[in-house]
C-alpha cells in the first residue's frame, strides 16, 4: 500500500484539511470529525488503494483502513496536513484571536462544532438497538478465557468466544468486507456493513504452518454475503500433528459498544446465534 497516496487522496475526497475539526485513529479506521459533510466523495474514497470501506456513525466519518492505519494517520497528522492551522485554529478557539485578524471561517467551524455536540447530548436518551452475531462455523462456544494464549484469554485483543470446531468450514457471519487475510491462511479479519469488525484466528500457533492444510476463497477486499464459504481447514490433520485448534472469534471494536451477550457452553452450527452486541442507536462511535 502506498502510505503516501492514500493519505493526499483521502484529504482531498473528505473536503480538504480546511474541512477537518480533528482527526484520530483506531486499531483499522481513521476517525474524523468534519465541518461539513457534504464535502465528501464517499464513492471516490472507497476506490483508494488500501481502504476497505467508510463508516458513518453520528458526527464521525470513519475510513476503513486495516491494521496499517497508522502509517496513513502519521502521514496526515505530520505531512500532509498543516499541523500550524491547527495550532491556529486551536489558539483561536482557547483564548480569542490573538493576531488580531478576524478568521470568519474558523469561528464559524467552532460554532458548527458546538452545535454537532448539543445535537448528540440529545440524542443520548434514543432507544439502544442491538445487533445478532451468528457463528462462522459449528462446534462447541466456550468462554475465551479458556484459551490458552494470554491475547485471547485476557481479551487485550477485545471480548469474544472461542469455538472447538467439529468440522474445517469457515463461513461469513455477516454481510461484509474481508479487511485482511494472513498469507499464511490461519486467520482473517472482517468489517460487517454495520460497522462491527471481527477477527477469526483458527487454532493456536497455527501460523508455524505456513498455509498447509488451509484453503482460502476469499481474499482482501473481497466482499463476502452471510452464509458464504470463505476458508476450508483440515481439522483432523491439524490436530492429527498437535496443534491446538480451538477458533478464537473476536470483536476486535467491542470497546465501542455499550454491552456483549455471550452465549456460551452450548453446541452450535454455523448461523446460529453466538453473540448480541447492544449499543445507543447513533451515539457509539463504532
Not at 497528522?77 to 478557539?93: F, P
Not at 483564548?95 to 467552532?110: Q, W, Y
Request: with cysteine; glycine share 6%; proline share 2%.
Amino acid at each position: 500500500m502506498d502510505y503516501v497516496a492514500a493519505a493526499k487522496a483521502i484529504l482531498s475526497f473528505i473536503g480538504g484539511f480546511e474541512n477537518i475539526l480533528s482527526i484520530s485513529h483506531c486499531s483499522t479506521r481513521l476517525r474524523f470529525r468534519l465541518i461539513d459533510e457534504s464535502k465528501v466523495n464517499d464513492e471516490q474514497i472507497k476506490s483508494i488503494t488500501g481502504v476497505h470501506g467508510i463508516v458513518r456513525r453520528g458526527s464521525q466519518y470513519q475510513v476503513v483502513i486495516g491494521p496499517e492505519v497508522n502509517n496513513v494517520y502519521d502521514l496526515l497528522k505530520k505531512n500532509v496536513i498543516n499541523d500550524n492551522y491547527y495550532q491556529e485554529r486551536n489558539n483561536i478557539s482557547e483564548s480569542g484571536n490573538k493576531s488580531g485578524r478576524e478568521d470568519n471561517s474558523v469561528s464559524e467551524s467552532i460554532l458548527e462544532w458546538n452545535n454537532i455536540q448539543e445535537k448528540e447530548s440529545i440524542q443520548e436518551e434514543k432507544s439502544k438497538i442491538s445487533i445478532r452475531v451468528d457463528s462462522p462455523i459449528s462446534g462447541i462456544v466456550k468462554p475465551l478465557g479458556v484459551v490458552n494464549d494470554p491475547a485471547f484469554a485476557s481479551e487485550v485483543l477485545g471480548k469474544g468466544i472461542a469455538i472447538l470446531p467439529e468440522d474445517g468450514k469457515v463461513y461469513a457471519p455477516f454481510d461484509g468486507t474481508v479487511i485482511s487475510i494472513f498469507s499464511t491462511l490461519h486467520a482473517i479479519c472482517l468489517l460487517s456493513d454495520q460497522g462491527m469488525e471481527m477477527l477469526i484466528h483458527i487454532g493456536l500457533n497455527t501460523v508455524r504452518l505456513n498455509g498447509q492444510y488451509f484453503t482460502a476463497y476469499v481474499k482482501t477486499s473481497d466482499k463476502v454475503k452471510k452464509g458464504e464459504l470463505m476458508l476450508e481447514f483440515d481439522l483432523y490433520r491439524i490436530k492429527e500433528i498437535g496443534y491446538d485448534t480451538v477458533i478464537p472469534i473476536i470483536i476486535t471494536n467491542s470497546d465501542h459498544y455499550k454491552e456483549m451477550n455471550l452465549f456460551i457452553n452450548q453446541k452450535i452450527s454455523k448461523g446460529d446465534k453466538i453473540m448480541e452486541i447492544i449499543y445507543d442507536n447513533e451515539t457509539d462511535n463504532l
